[in-house]
């Protein structure tokens, strides 16, 4: 991923772990979802005290930080592709997908 033909996939990667904004652990989970910079939702689940981003289990939640909320996970998230999901939506009042 280091290579330069390769830098499109690792903005994509990178991008698919950050959700804009300050979001909690318990707001996350009652929401159920959060959109990425990337543009795809990440699905939020939480039963029995565990916390769940897709498929990563959240090891360490709600660490506050000047520029955001950090939730550490045990997993790299890997965005849909376009083979195996549709593109995201954009939304007609914003640039933004």
């Known amino acids: 991923l280091m290579k330069p033909e390769n830098r499109a996939r690792l903005v994509a990667l990178l991008t698919y ?9 318990d707001q996350a989970v009652r929401v159920g979802k959060a959109k990425t910079i990337q543009g795809y939702d990440v ?3 939480g039963t029995g005290g565990q916390v ?4 990563a289990k959240v090891t360490s939640a709600d660490l506050d930080a000047s520029n955001g909320v950090i939730h550490a996970i045990d997993t790299v998230l890997t965005p849909p592709t376009n083979e195996t999901t549709p593109a995201p939506k954009r939304d007609p009042e914003s640039s933004k997908p």
Do not use: A, E, Q
Not at 18 to 24: A, D, E, K, S, T
């Open 17 to 25: 772990h950050i959700v804009p904004g300050r979001l909690y652990s």
């Open 52 to 55: 769940m981003v897709n498929t």
């Open 43 to 45: 699905r939020i689940t």
